[in-house]
Structures are given as structure tokens and as C-alpha cells.
């Protein structure tokens, strides 16, 4: 995912600069101790390293769907934040998981999410979770669409009653 334009040392510090915004802004992606590793325009490449108190059965070892549904998330917003190019408050409106197959334990996990698509009001992503830069043999994919609320202007949700 290399940028033409950045040279290695930018990038570097560019990444350092994403991941550290990435944890103040959400503590829940500093809990599971997600790091930002690589990055283009509406592109985002995220680890979730392998932590035992992530496991969600013991007796194998692997790691629990939802801290990976939790990466999953928070790869494609970031995804989005990228292809905004901006500062924006987003939420996720859908996002939908398919698990192929366990984590194997005790590898990390890599999520690579891709904001393919971005209207007046929503973003939408694809994303893989996998090992090492295994992505011909994912442990999960998901498609997601995030509501943008832009500065200014209203959003598809404002003005709808909750449904009880």
C-alpha cells in the first residue's frame, strides 16, 4: 500500500501519528491494543496482536469473534476516515460478518478494510481479517456502511423517530 509520495521516513511517521490518534480517540481500540500499520487513501491496515485475555475458549486458545468483529469495526471506520480525508464524525449503521474459519492461536491478526464508495451520507467498506498477509485465506470479511455527519449539513438519520 505503499504512497509514491511519502518517503519511508514520512511514512513512518505518519503511521505513528494515526496509530496514536487511533488509541486517545477510542479507548476501546487501546484495550484491545490495536495498532494502525499501514495506510492509502481509503485504505487502513490495523494488527490485533494475540493477548490471552482475548481468548475466547481457553481450551484452544483461540481468539474471541467479538475482539475481532471490534477490529473489524474499527479498521473500516478508520478506512473511512482516510478516504474522507478530513476529521468527520462518523457511526457505523451496518456492518455485517462472515467467520470462515478461527483465528489460529497464538498469530496476531490483521485487518485490511477498504472504503470502496462514499455518498453525501454513507460510507461504505469491505474489509478481511487475516494472519501474517495472508489475505487468500481470511479468517473473516465483512461489508459495512457508516453515516457521515457532516459539518453544516444534515445527515440521513436526523429528523427520524427511534423505532421503540
Do not use: W
Not at 78 to 95: E, H, N
Amino acid at each position: 500500500m505503499a504512497d509514491k509520495h511519502d518517503d519511508p521516513e514520512q511514512r513512518a511517521q505518519h503511521i505513528e501519528r494515526l496509530d496514536q490518534g487511533f488509541a486517545q480517540a477510542v479507548p476501546h481500540n487501546r484495550a484491545l491494543g490495536l495498532r494502525f500499520v499501514d495506510y492509502d487513501k481509503g485504505v487502513a491496515r490495523i494488527l490485533l496482536p494475540y493477548a490471552a485475555h482475548l481468548v475466547g475458549n481457553p481450551e484452544s486458545g483461540v481468539l474471541h469473534g467479538g475482539a475481532i468483529t471490534a477490529t473489524m469495526d474499527a479498521t473500516c471506520g478508520a478506512a473511512v476516515f482516510l478516504r474522507l480525508g478530513a476529521p468527520t464524525p462518523i457511526a457505523t449503521l451496518d456492518l455485517r460478518i462472515d467467520y470462515l474459519k478461527p483465528a489460529t492461536p497464538p498469530k496476531d491478526v490483521v485487518c485490511r478494510a477498504e472504503c470502496y464508495k462514499v455518498t453525501s451520507n454513507v460510507a461504505f467498506v469491505r474489509a478481511l481479517a487475516f494472519h501474517d498477509d495472508d489475505e487468500d485465506d481470511p479468517i473473516a470479511s465483512a461489508a459495512g456502511t457508516f453515516i457521515i455527519f457532516r459539518k453544516g449539513g444534515k445527515s440521513a438519520m436526523q429528523g427520524q423517530k427511534a423505532v421503540p
